[in-house]
């Protein structure tokens, strides 16, 4: 009877830690991902990256920040095509205009933010996430037809939207 | 007969169990496969169900698939101030609304970025600055160090800048003076302070960030003490001196203040730290700036204010009009505790009473504790420091100005942050709660033609031009009287007014808002409003805010647009006084002898170098004013290297 209880309990044991483990990063990213204004996406960003299994807090903010910077490279490379065919003069100095903010979101608003949440003070990654979102706002208002989409809108939200939970997740670190 | 069968436990059916020995061995093993699956399945249900739990409360799932406008949120994005930190609740979570009119997205050339710098300010030549640290007057000198990034515009790769002066103004760039050199600060040299001693020596204690991103507290003292610049620093090679105690975080230890003498003739600093969310400010005893004893208790902590930097802790006369030295105390000695709130990026400070027996601190009034209520200043303005300047018996107070453009902007004009102007702080007799900063009297040097207005007559809702000449740099002391019949007639209300949540100076109240446009345009199609907002509670009692109003200070989109400012007490027979440094993108203004401070960055396009003009201004509907005004062009301080024949290297 006694070898009956103590297999039981070593397979209860085995059941619930085999799938708590497996699902308590998930709960990290849940809570988490619940304190940002966009969960979805959140939790779409973290998953998707291997890391996250194993990751903290810090670990988390350098998933978003790096998805961030994946984004607006993606975005920068579209601006840039579409400057090679462009005819349109204001259109040019808006696609122009957006360079001047992706650029900055790639050489500093990105490296400040993760060289922040590295060195523990990440306010300053708070600030530069903010500054990232605003450089996409920036160039997407940057775009004369105000009744529509810019060529590059899913882009822009993208990045603003990623950049908005990084500074969500880096503001948990205060 | 002798029983042969193997010992099997007993049942309690034991005479009349039908089942052979084998088939008693095989129903355990059923009833584990069982419960072994029973058991995997329940898991897989919890699985299931808990990974449910978060997606039920997503937020904005509309807006994944690309539509533009989120039904529940009424505010549309806006540029984010990069100094105080903005809650996400404030942050909206809508994207790309575009309709900001007349806004400029991209209307930056070099002409108005290279306005921007300011004439008088101290800033580097370059890069990026931010806190304050060690300030000190030395052997004829004000020395001022600075955290620098000597690479970029942006925070990164700090080290310890440094510059001299003679007179707080006037400054002189000298070498780095502290680089991040060793294991013990290769992540950071961070903040510090200094303290001078009895024999006139000098040593300062700054926080390093380790190889390992470790925060630990270093000493340093000048390579040679006969050098009225020190500008060889040399680092204590036990460092460091101070590691993080038990139950501090490695992350949650810096910013060691200016030490002063306890009454067993020991030096005492403070380090500030949280715990959980409640800020605390450490206590340390030493004797020789190298072994610590931790005091069993904290010297102050506020609940729910998080993380404490750059704490400062310093007496204050209760009755002298001058500054006292750190290690002061006494009967009419008040003493201030400070905190840079890391969560909101503000300095609090509180007044209250000094218990040198345990090292503790009691503020006098807790409504207005340390976090919870008096700023230094309403605007950006971040990591205060004081130091007592022994040369003219004053304490001085130091503070760091960042940017609120973009730092695509910072990037493009390759420079980021200025200092405020040194400012001095006394105890105000008369509210007995509040600090009062002036600039150092040494600002007045910089002043050139003077113009002076007479009770010029502002009637409700009207705007009147100042003719001073060119208006990027001015002081500007003013006197505003208020019509006092608008005063008494006036209907209060109960509804509460706040600067920051007000529609700024497009808000008519009866009695405000009233004051300067500074930076404003001819057309004022661009204007940064200085100004007092009267209200008239239902009880007819009056309280008067002071604001800064930046919503319509730059035709640009990419700037901070908010309103910053705070009730500023006026005690009875005062008149309204209000003094104003304009100095290119930055501009600092005091209400009542300083006992309300704002400080904003402003980033025109149109209304710089000769098109910028200065106005007073009336938007109330009931009452008019009068204004008095002294107002004088500033010269540039002439901010710029030591000259190298002079240098003792």
Redesign the interface.
């Known amino acids: ?1 006694t ?2 209880i103590s ?2 309990i070593l ?2 044991v085995f ?2 830690t ?3 483990v ?2 308590s990063d ?2 990290l990213i ?1 809570t988490n ?9 959140c ?1 779409l960003t973290l998953k998707s990256d291997p890391r996250s299994s194993t990751a903290d807090v810090p670990g988390l903010a350098r998933i978003v920040a790096d998805s961030v910077n994946a984004k607006a490279i993606a975005t920068l490379n579209q601006i840039s095509a579409l400057l090679k065919s462009v005819k349109d003069p204001t259109l040019e ?2 696609l ?2 957006c360079i ?2 992706y ?2 979101i790639i ?3 990105i ?2 933010a993760i ?2 949440i ?7 990654a ?3 996430a ?2 990232a ?3 996409a ?7 004369a037809e ?1 009744a529509s ?1 810019s060529p590059i ?2 882009g ?2 993208a990045v ?2 990623l950049s ?1 939970v990084l ?2 997740i880096a ?1 948990l670190l ?1 | 007969m002798v029983d042969t069968r193997p010992f099997l436990p007993v049942s309690s059916h034991a005479g009349s169990d039908p089942t052979g020995p084998s088939e008693n061995r095989r129903k355990p093993m059923k009833l584990q496969l069982s419960i072994f699956f029973v058991l995997l399945t329940v898991g897989f249900f919890a699985a299931l169900l808990t990974s449910n739990n978060g997606s039920d409360n997503g937020f904005v799932k509309e807006n994944e698939h690309g539509s533009l406008a989120s039904p529940s949120s009424e505010k549309q994005l806006r540029p984010v101030s990069r100094g105080p930190a903005v809650g996400v609740s404030e942050k909206s979570n809508r994207l790309f609304a575009k309709d900001n009119e007349n806004q400029l997205a991209y209307p930056w050339n070099n002409s108005m970025l290279s306005w921007q710098r300011t004439a008088f300010h101290f800033q580097p030549e370059k890069n990026w600055m931010n806190d304050p640290n060690g300030p000190l007057f030395y052997k004829g000198w004000y020395h001022f160090f600075y955290q620098y990034n000597p690479h970029a515009a942006v925070w990164g790769d700090i080290v310890w800048g440094h510059a001299v002066s003679k007179d707080l103004i006037h400054w002189l760039h000298l070498p780095l003076a502290m680089v991040a050199d060793q294991w013990y600060d290769k992540n950071g040299v961070w903040t510090g302070s200094a303290t001078i001693l009895p024999d006139g020596k000098v040593v300062m204690l700054y926080t390093g960030s380790t190889t390992e991103n470790v925060q630990v507290q270093n000493l340093a003292y000048p390579a040679d003490h006969s050098d009225p610049l020190l500008i060889n620093w040399v680092k204590y090679s036990g460092n460091p001196v101070l590691v993080p105690p038990p139950g501090i975080l490695d992350k949650d230890f810096r910013d060691p203040t200016t030490a002063w003498l306890t009454s067993e003739g020991k030096w005492r600093i403070t380090i500030g730290s949280k715990i959980n969310k409640t800020g605390v400010a450490l206590v340390y005893d030493t004797k020789d700036f190298i072994n610590y004893e931790l005091l069993d208790g904290i010297l102050h902590a506020v609940p729910g204010t998080g993380m404490w930097e750059c704490v400062d802790f310093f007496p204050v006369s209760k009755t002298e009009e001058n500054g006292l030295d750190t290690s002061v105390n006494g009967p009419s000695v008040k003493h201030v505790v400070k905190a840079s709130l890391d969560d909101d990026r503000h300095d609090y400070y509180s007044i209250g009473t000094y218990h040198e027996k345990n090292g503790t601190w009691i503020p006098d009034e807790p409504k207005i504790d340390v976090g919870i209520g008096l700023r230094y200043d309403y605007g950006i303005y971040y990591a205060a420091k004081t130091f007592y300047d022994q040369n003219k018996n004053r304490r001085v107070l130091w503070g760091w100005i960042g940017e609120s453009d973009s730092e695509a902007a910072d990037m493009q004009k390759g420079w980021a942050s200025v200092q405020s102007i040194p400012r001095t702080i006394l105890f105000d007799k008369k509210t007995g709660t509040h600090l009062l900063q002036w600039p150092v009297e040494e600002i007045e040097s910089l002043r050139l033609k003077s113009y002076e207005f007479n009770q010029v007559k502002v009637q409700a809702g009207s705007v009147v031009p100042l003719d001073v000449g060119p208006a990027t740099q001015l002081d500007i002391i003013a006197e505003f009287e208020i019509d006092n019949e608008a005063l008494e007639k006036t209907t209060g209300s109960n509804v509460t007014f706040s600067c920051s949540s007000s529609g700024g100076t497009v808000e008519r109240g009866a009695l405000g808002p009233f004051g300067l446009l500074v930076l404003a345009d001819d057309s004022l199609s661009e204007q940064t409003p200085v100004y007092f907002y009267i209200a008239k509670g239902s009880d007819g009692k009056l309280k008067t805010f002071f604001c800064n109003d930046q919503s319509r200070s730059s035709v640009a989109s990419d700037v901070n647009k908010q309103i910053y400012g705070n009730l500023v007490p006026v005690l009875e027979g005062e008149k309204l006084s209000l003094r104003v440094l304009v100095d290119h993108s930055i501009v600092e203004s005091f209400a009542q002898g300083g006992r309300t401070v704002i400080t904003s960055r402003v980033y025109p396009t149109k209304a710089i170098y000769g098109a910028a003009k200065l106005f007073l201004f009336n938007n109330a509907t009931e009452a008019s004013v009068s204004a008095s005004l002294r107002i004088w062009q500033m010269n540039s301080a002439f901010i710029r290297p030591y000259p190298n024949d002079k240098e003792s290297q």
């Open positions: 009877m070898k009956i297999l039981f397979e209860a059941c619930f085999f799938f708590t497996s699902y998930i709960n849940q991902c619940k304190k940002t204004p966009f969960y979805d996406l939790v100095k808006a122009e205009g001047v903010s650029n900055t050489q500093a608003d490296p400040v060289d922040a590295e060195k523990n003070n990440p306010k300053f708070v600030q530069s903010t500054d979102g605003n450089e706002q920036a160039c997407e208002n940057s775009f105000k989409n809108f899913s822009n939200k603003h939207d908005v500074q969500s503001s205060l």
